[in-house]
Each structure stands twice: as C-alpha cells, then as structure tokens.
C-alpha cells in the first residue's frame, strides 16, 4: 500500500517531526524519524491536525494506460468512418441486411474475397467508408460494453415489418440509449405481403422513438433485405448521421482499439479481428491485448487481403499475439516493448492474486461446511 516516512510527513504538515513521534507514539507506534508509515495511520495523524488527505492509491497499470490515453492535439485529428451496430429482434433480418449490404458494396474484382468473414467490414457508399460490425448484436454489445469499450457510433435497429416490435427490439433499444448511441431503423421485410411500416412506426413512438416524418427524430428506412430495396437509402443515412457526430481520430499516433473477435487457428496461432478506434496499427507493432502480448506479425482486411496499416475505423484480423485475447478486451500498440510486457506482467499478477483470493475463499466455505 502506499506510505510516508515520518519525516516527509512532518515537512508537508509544517509541524515537528518529535510531535508526531509522540503522536505515532500514542498510537502505539514506535515509529523513527525515517520510518515509512501507511498511508491509513498518516491519515489519522492529518486528521489529529484538523488536515484532511487524500490518499493516491499507487495503481502501476493505469500509469502504463495514462501513458498511453495522452489527449490529441486538434490539429492531428482528422474525420474516421463511422462503426455501426445491426440490433433486432431474433429473425428480423439482421444477419441477412448485413450479408446485403456487404453485396451490394462489392465490386466485381473484390468478389472472391465475400466469403472471408473477420467479424467486421467495411462498405464505401458515395466514396466515404461505413464499418459494420457483423458479431452477433447484443451478446458483443453488452461484452464490450461491460468492459467499458464503446466501439459502436450508430446503432441500426432492425425490425421486421410483418412482426413489429418484439421483446429483443425494446432491448436493443435501450442498449443502444444507455449507451448514448444514436439509433436508426431500418424497417426490414417490406417485400412481405404483410408488411405494416406504420404500425412498427406506431409501436416504437410507445418505446420513446418517435419518426421523423411524424415529428420526431428518429430515422426510419424502409428496407428489403432479400430484394435490396433501401439499402442504398440506409446507407445514406448513416453518413448523414455520421456526419453530424464528427467523428475524428488522429492517424498518427499508436494504434488502441477493442477485440472484437478471436480464436486459435490450427495453423496460424491465435487470431484476432480488431477494429482500430484511435491511430495507426502496423506490421511490426508491439501491442497488447488483456493479457495478450505480441508483435503484429500479419494483418489482414475483411476482403482478405494482406495490409501493412491500419487506420481508424478499420477492422483488420491480427497475427502474432502470445494468446487469445477476449472480445471487448482493449488492445494498445506500444513503441516501447519492455512497458508492454510490464502491462502484462502486472495483469497476469493482479489474475493471480484475484484466483488465489477466489480459491481460499472456497477453502472457508469449505471449513465451514464442515463445522
Ligand atoms: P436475424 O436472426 O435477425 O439475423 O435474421 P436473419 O437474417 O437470419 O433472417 C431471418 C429470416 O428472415 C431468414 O429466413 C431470412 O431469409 C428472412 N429475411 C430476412 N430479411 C428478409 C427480407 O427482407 N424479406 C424476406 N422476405 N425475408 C427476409
Ligand atoms: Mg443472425
């Protein structure tokens, strides 16, 4: 824990170090003038004085990330694509509107590469680029946000609308609101003979989203995943959206972002899909992720193709780390290697300390069980 010698206590509170000998003393502490003592009995002997501490709990982990969350300077931030969200009930097309607009953004000459799937992609539409996130809505979602990594700008709220608002869709609503995220609907489905946008536009007024067209300032799109009627519009109003966040981030500086998926390839190691929300990732980076460590061995975009950078906004599947990172783990680059094995070492202890704890608490339960 934190301490203080005598001395250096005595010296901030401009009194003589033999009175708060006497103090200690009549704390029953034989403190020397050079002793350190803890930072709960130096608090008692401020307190005796009528002054009031506050005690820095020495944290070496968030020194390393302090390090590293340094502020940009505006002139180095330049505007980022937008990462968007698909959210919905089970079955009102999420997967099929994301596995649409992939298509309908692929160029011939890209088409071998449709089958690659890293967990995340990236769509051009009117020359600016648009990153989906493709995992599986919610469960990241609330991963990630639970590890306080906010990687989405805009959430898409898919209601299918021969089915209206169901369960998942008021859900996915008030994810997205707490997390601040702003959220557009794309009424899916609308080939069905049984599509009803008004009522799904009814429904969600009840669930605090009211229109546009009625006055509000929630954006409905009328989609068909299956035919691809309104996806040009959907994606015309996520830039619009986007535009309105002015999103920006600085290139320039080392690579953070979020894991947004991993596994172990038989062959290549572990494997990550990471989306960079702040400066470059390139070949050669030491990086950190959990307790992950590894230099970027490879990258490769959602097209399959091998990349020497990533810059903001770009999802881009990463060889080389040591281990399987977890989704919604953050990863950091690091110029310095020897501070990222720290950052490591000091996670892996804090695991270690917080197991043994876990395990000798069972030991108790046990003991007691058997009294
Ligand atoms: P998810 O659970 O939200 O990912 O939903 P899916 O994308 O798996 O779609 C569920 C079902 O609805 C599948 O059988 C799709 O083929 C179908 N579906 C999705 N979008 C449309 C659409 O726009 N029109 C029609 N007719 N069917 C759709
Ligand atoms: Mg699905």
């Known amino acids: 824990g934190a301490s203080i010698s005598v001395q250096e206590l005595a010296n901030r509170l401009k009194k003589p170090a ?16 050079n002793q350190e003592i803890d930072a709960e009995v130096a608090e008692i002997i401020c307190a005796d004085y009528g002054v009031e501490v506050q005690v820095k709990i020495e944290d070496p982990e968030k020194e390393i990330l302090e390090l590293l969350e340094q502020e940009d300077s505006p002139e180095d931030l330049v505007a980022r694509p937008c990462v968007v969200t698909v959210m919905g ?6 997967t099929s509107l994301l596995d649409a607009i992939r298509q309908t953004n692929v160029t011939a000459s890209e088409a071998g590469g449709i089958t690659q799937h890293i967990g995340a992609y990236q769509v051009e539409h009117n020359g ?21 990594a906010k990687v989405t700008d805009i959430a898409i709220l898919v209601v299918a609308a021969d089915d209206g608002v169901m369960p998942q869709t008021v859900e996915a609503i008030n994810h997205a609101k707490a997390a601040n995220v702003p959220i557009i609907v794309a009424i899916n489905k609308m080939d069905k003979p049984g599509a009803n946008p008004d009522r799904v536009k009814q429904e ?33 109003m996520i830039l619009l959206v986007a535009e309105m966040l002015e999103l920006k981030a600085n290139p320039k500086r080392l690579a953070k972002g979020t894991v947004i998926e991993a596994k172990l390839d038989k062959g290549r190691g572990p494997v990550a899909t990471v989306l960079v929300q702040n400066g470059t990732l390139q070949i050669g980076d030491a990086i950190v992720a959990g307790t992950a460590f590894g230099r970027v061995r490879a990258m490769t975009d959602d097209k399959g193709r091998q990349v020497k950078k990533a810059p903001p906004s770009m999802p881009v599947e990463v060889l080389g780390l040591s281990e399987v990172p977890e989704a919604g783990d953050v990863f950091y680059a690091f110029d310095d290697e020897k501070k990222a094995k720290q950052l490591v070492q000091i996670r892996l202890d804090r695991k270690r300390e917080e197991e043994l704890k876990a395990n000798s608490k069972v030991s108790l339960e046990d003991l007691f069980a058997r009294i």
């Open 18 to 33: 033999a009175e708060l000998i006497k103090k200690l003393i009549g704390l029953g502490i034989m403190a020397t003038i």
């Open 89 to 94: 009930h089970v079955d009102h097309g999420k």
């Open 128 to 148: 600016q680029k648009i990153t989906f996130l493709d995992t599986p809505g919610h469960e990241a979602f609330t991963a990630m946000r639970a590890r306080g």
């Open 204 to 236: 969600l007024t009840e669930h605090g989203l009211l229109p546009e067209e009625w006055g509000g300032d929630t954006i409905c799109v009328n989609v068909s995943a299956k035919t691809k009627q309104g996806i040009s519009d959907l994606l015309e």
